[in-house]
């Protein structure tokens, strides 16, 4: 019997790691075990390794090295922007801005802060899913101290306008918190010339591991602990120190910056080769996101009269992973919260599907993926009596 085909178009949701991640990881596991807060040379030599993992990604976004800040993930990074910020400036006032569009490591966690006395305002997204920077500027109170816009969405891939979002945060005299766990390695960011005072990213999203990532928080800042029990991480983060995690995420980084040109070309180029031929094949199917100002390697159609969890099913049957929205929602049937904000009927959204490829993708699997998708669309199709009656009604106009 022959190998089923395999081909993984779900990199939003995760990424494998890359063999040389593996591989630097490897030693810190065995011989390198050392813990970082003793004072003996062998575990210092680990502390030293994770000075210079700082610093390499410090340099990947034109911060220093102190301001970087190891957590588990994007999610923890979310929620110590939100909550510390919010504990932190309390006196000052108790109103944040956010979107509507979210992770919803921020949405929870601003609901969270809802429950225990802040006010928040969720800005809406116009149909490609960026923010209106008038209703940003009209959403500003003089009691508002955090504005939280994700860098890029994780579903419909569309790039905000963060340069001007920071700038009028600077204006303000406002914080500005960016969740870039999607877009980090992807497309260039520079916090000071963005106006970025915080910034969210993870490992597992570029070729590194899970279960690390960091926040970027500028020098100046008077947040506070977030774990409490120790005085690792500059005494804002207690725990030991995840030192293969760390030099896992450094490589990863590394890597990602170094290819970052070459591999975002071939992305975009499969992307809209992809795109392109399903807007053209298929009928009654649209792009959610915007075209131009999207990631590089985001896909995300919707196709009138299908069910997204049977596509899904049948592209998992073809051996082919894609997701109908965030991974952190799948076992949701609701429809997506982002499709919604940008005008979907719910009947529409529900027919969604994301696709995100990543550097090992070929033209080739493109196209086998878009002729699957032609195949599903149409059987699916056939058997909705709402596709029949549809196709009835433009038959007798």
């Given at each position: 019997?022959?190998?089923?085909?395999?081909?993984?178009?779900?990199?939003?949701?995760?990424?494998?790691?890359?063999?040389?991640?593996?591989?630097?990881m490897l030693p810190y596991f065995t011989e390198k075990f050392g813990n970082p807060s003793s004072v003996y040379t062998f575990s210092q030599q680990n502390k030293a390794v994770i000075t210079?993992?700082?610093?390499?990604?410090?340099?990947?976004?034109?911060?220093?090295?102190?301001?970087i800040?190891?957590?588990?993930?994007?999610?923890?990074?979310?929620n110590w922007a939100l909550k510390a910020t919010a504990e932190a400036y309390a006196t000052k006032g108790k109103h944040i801005i956010t979107t509507k569009i979210e992770h919803h490591a921020i949405l929870h966690t601003a609901q969270?802060?809802?429950?225990?006395?802040?006010?928040?305002t969720y800005l809406d997204v116009d149909e490609n899913g960026i923010v209106k920077i008038e209703d940003l500027k009209n959403a500003i109170r003089p009691d508002t101290i955090l504005i939280s816009v994700m860098f890029a969405n994780n579903e419909i891939g569309t790039i905000q306008p963060i340069k001007e979002i920071g700038a009028i945060a600077k204006e303000h005299g406002i914080i500005?918190?960016?969740?870039?766990?999607?877009?980090?390695?992807?497309?260039?960011?520079?916090?000071?010339?963005?106006?970025?005072?915080?910034?969210?990213?993870?490992?597992?999203?570029?070729?590194?591991?899970k279960g690390i990532g960091f926040l970027y928080i500028r020098t100046g800042l008077k947040l506070r602990s977030f774990v409490h029990g120790g005085a690792q991480e500059r005494s804002r983060r207690a725990g030991t120190e995840n030192v293969t995690g760390i030099v896992g995420l450094a490589k990863a980084v590394e890597i990602a910056f170094d290819?970052?040109?070459?591999?975002?070309?071939?992305?975009?180029?499969?992307?809209?080769?992809?795109?392109?031929?399903?807007?053209?094949?298929?009928p009654y199917a649209r792009l959610n996101g915007h075209r131009v100002d999207r990631l590089p390697n985001n896909v995300n159609i919707?196709?009138?009269?299908?069910?997204?969890?049977?596509?899904?099913?049948?592209?998992?049957?073809?051996?082919?992973?894609?997701?109908?929205?965030?991974?952190?929602?799948?076992?949701?049937?609701?429809?997506?919260?982002?499709l919604l904000a940008i005008g979907l009927p719910h009947e529409i959204a529900h027919g969604s599907l994301r696709m995100t490829l990543g550097d090992e993708n070929t033209m080739e699997e493109m196209d086998f993926v878009v002729d699957k998708i032609k195949e599903i669309v149409e059987k699916l199709r056939?058997?909705?009596?709402?596709?029949?009656?549809?196709?009835?009604?433009n038959a007798n106009q």
């Open positions: 019997m022959e190998n089923k085909r395999f081909i993984y178009l779900d990199h939003a949701a995760t990424t494998p790691a890359r063999p040389e991640v593996v591989d630097a210079d993992c700082r610093e390499l990604i410090a340099n990947s976004l034109g911060a220093k090295s102190n301001e800040y190891f957590t588990a993930g994007g999610s923890e990074s979310d969270y802060l809802e429950n225990n006395g802040y006010e928040v500005f918190h960016t969740d870039a766990v999607q877009a980090y390695g992807q497309v260039p960011i520079d916090v000071d010339a963005y106006n970025i005072d915080m910034l969210s990213a993870s490992g597992h999203k570029l070729n590194g591991p290819t970052m040109e070459q591999r975002t070309q071939k992305e975009c180029k499969l992307r809209d080769y992809m795109i392109d031929r399903i807007l053209a094949e298929v919707s196709f009138q009269f299908i069910e997204g969890e049977s596509m899904l099913i049948m592209l998992d049957m073809a051996g082919i992973c894609a997701s109908s929205g965030s991974a952190c929602t799948s076992g949701s049937l609701d429809p997506s919260h982002v056939s058997m909705s009596p709402l596709y029949e009656d549809f196709v009835k009604r």
